[in-house]
Every structure is written in C-alpha cells, then in structure tokens.
C-alpha cells in the first residue's frame, strides 16, 4: 500500500491570459465569509442569531524576480484610466510530480493593487524580487 502524504507547495504554476507566468511565491488565496448578527426582541434566547453575509476575499501577493527589460507588472498598473482598469481572469495551480494540477484556484477579475519593487541592499546577495498584489472579485477552487 503507497504512503500518502500531503502535497507539495512548492510545484506550482501562474496563468493569466493564456501565458504562464513564473512566480516565487504566491500568497493571499482565501476567502471569508461576513457574519450578520440578527436577533428579534421577542426570542426566548438572550443571544443573537448569527448568519453568513457577503464573502470577503484577500488580495492575493504574487512574487517574482526581475528581468531586464520586463516591465509587465508596472505596464499593467499603468492601464488605469477614469475609474477603469485592464481586468484579468488568473488561475493557479499546485501541481503533482507529473505536472498535472492536484488543485486549481481559479480568479475573478484581477487587477493590480499595488506593485512594489525590490528591497535594495548594498551588502545583499539575492535575486532581486518584485512583488504585485491583485485585487480580485471571486475566488474558487477545484481539487483533482
């Protein structure tokens, strides 16, 4: 009998618009549900009845390093124009060993929030990483 054992994070994949992006990390991918407090005056309780209300999702953090020449996070910031912006749909995927997806986070949306380049440091030694935060209107997952 083959052991399990949970999966991976660190075999994943970013698609948005059909071209897979490389990312080091990604981040943010959760929803919460808004609770309602209701409670009539004539309840024998003395407790409030509680309800699920309108779903919250988190802005999801996406970090990759640079590149020369490479100016998409930025470029896409800059499609704003009068209460508008470029809007795209995102999937990501965790990934088994053969490269198939074991679950898919599927993104309703998207668009950038805030870009933030590299942490600067005379006596560093890393890759230089940038990060974009997406805002989004819908969250959903599907396991294979």
């Not at 805030?114 to 997406?134: C, D, Q, R, W």
Request: aromatic letters at 10%; a negative charge.
């Amino acid at each position: 009998m083959a052991n399990k054992y949970p999966v991976s994070v660190f075999h994943f994949q970013v698609e948005w618009g059909g071209t897979r992006i490389g990312f080091t990390e990604v981040s943010g991918l959760s929803v919460e549900l808004q609770t309602i407090d209701y409670r009539e005056g004539v309840m024998p309780e003395y407790q409030v009845t509680k309800m699920p209300g309108i779903p919250q999702y988190a802005n999801i953090v996406l970090k990759r390093g640079m590149f020369r020449g490479d100016n998409e996070f930025f470029q896409w910031l800059n499609t704003v124009k009068l209460n508008s912006i470029e809007r795209r749909d995102i999937t990501i995927s965790l990934l088994n060993e053969e490269h198939a997806p074991v679950a898919v986070w599927k993104v309703k949306n998207a668009f950038p929030s805030k870009v933030e380049g590299p942490t600067l440091n005379s006596t560093g030694n890393e890759v230089a990483v940038e990060t974009i935060e997406l805002a989004h209107e819908g969250l959903s997952v599907e396991f294979a």
